[in-house]
């Protein structure tokens, strides 16, 4: 369809109001002629205007009608160019949206791509290096046994060096998790959670954290773990920069939608720490890649802040259809999307 074409489905679309307003014009038009022939308005007309006829008033009438028609018309050319108009806004909304759906598969396909490759990294760094430095782990072993009676210097750099590769293993592992959560693929969603939160845990241990895990996660689509997990890991990451020691609440529920089958999941966390005023730029990508993860499954994704009153993000993850299950409502403070 051409964008500036009216076409057939526009003039159905017409108002309903069009044949009120046809009717009270001929109505009124009507009432009209009923009243002049009542009262001989040509002839009133005349009289009064006879004693001014060098100014030409009686030919007043027809100069209306063709001001009336004029305008008419005028009103017309108006009426269909807003008509075109409209269509043109509603190709450009149909383009939007499939931009805007373009856009979500990217969006995914780039997240399964970096999945992969952070995946393809972890199994890299653990099958390569760990086994390398396994190997020089034990020679270094071997070399302090050697050396232990006949050798001190010899047998001291080979303790140092057993100390850099267990420094480097330590290294490597921590890399690997953060490629890779550990337990994803082995345990599932919410013993990765568990160990992830376990890990903040020990890291922070000014901050509390409890996480509320309801529902059947065992179906889910590795996307939907990774970025669930991704999600939670992101929020842990700013306590630990903005709200060291806080109360952190995570839930995260699955609720049975009208048929009875696992439907939407729902993550929110909450902490008590100082929170942000939202109305002030952000600099930062951590909650805009939030956002991104979340509207690429075709969820939604919202945070709520005041300062001195907490943080909150809730996030909504659509398994099979959207909008079917309760979710924890929002606090008062000033919630946006991000
Ligand atoms: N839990 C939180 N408490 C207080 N402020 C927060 C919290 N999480 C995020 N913010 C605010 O939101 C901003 C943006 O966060 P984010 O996008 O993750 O970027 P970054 O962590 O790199 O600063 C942060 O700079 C901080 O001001
Ligand atoms: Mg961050």
């Given amino acids: 369809m051409r964008p500036d074409s009216v076409t057939g489905s526009d003039v159905q679309a017409r108002p309903p109001t069009v044949l009120r307003d046809l009717l009270v014009v001929a109505g009124s038009t009507l009432g009209a002629a009923a009243a002049c022939i009542t009262f001989d308005f040509g002839e009133l007309a005349y009289q009064v205007t006879r004693g001014a006829e060098r100014f030409q008033l009686d030919e007043l009438p027809p100069t209306l009608c ?109 890399m690997i998790r953060r490629l890779r959560p550990s337990g994803l693929d082995e345990f599932g969603l919410p013993g990765a959670l568990e160990h992830c939160v376990d890990g903040w845990r020990e890291r922070l241990p000014h901050a509390s954290f409890a996480l509320n895990v309801d529902g059947d996660f065992s ?29 952190v609440e995570i839930y995260l529920v699955r609720a049975r939608d009208e048929s009875g089958e696992p439907g939407e999941i729902v993550v929110t966390m909450t902490d008590d720490g100082p929170g942000v005023d939202l109305a002030q730029p952000r600099e ?26 907490g943080f909150l993000f809730c996030a909504r993850v659509p398994t099979r259809r959207l909008g079917t299950a309760a979710t924890p409502g929002f606090p008062s403070p000033a919630s946006q999307t991000v």
């Avoid at 939007?96 to 972890?122: G, K, P, V």
């Avoid at 889910?220 to 020691?245: C, H, M, P, W």
């Avoid at 990508?285 to 001195?308: D, N, T, Y």
């Fill in 66 to 174: 063709v001001l009336a028609s004029g305008l008419a018309w005028f009103a017309w050319r108006r009426y269909r160019e807003s008509q075109r108009e409209v269509v043109r806004r509603r190709a450009l909304e149909q383009q939007a949206e499939r931009l805007l759906a373009e856009n979500r598969r990217l969006a995914t396909q780039l997240i399964d791509a970096q999945e992969n490759e952070r995946r393809h990294l972890a199994r890299e760094l653990h099958d390569e290096l760990g086994q390398y430095l396994n190997a020089m782990s034990l020679d270094a072993a071997r070399i302090r046994d050697l050396s232990a009676s006949d050798a001190p210097e010899v047998h001291r750099l080979s303790l140092a060096l057993m100390q850099c590769a267990q420094h480097v293993y330590r290294a490597i592992g921590g």
């Fill in 219 to 247: 179906t889910l689509t590795d996307a939907q773990n990774i970025t669930l997990y991704r999600l939670v890991q992101e929020g842990l990451t700013n306590i630990s920069k903005f709200a060291r020691q806080a109360r």
């Fill in 284 to 309: 930062g990508l951590g909650l805009i890649g939030m956002r991104e993860r979340v509207e690429a499954l075709g969820g939604e994704f919202h945070i709520a802040s005041e300062p001195g009153r």
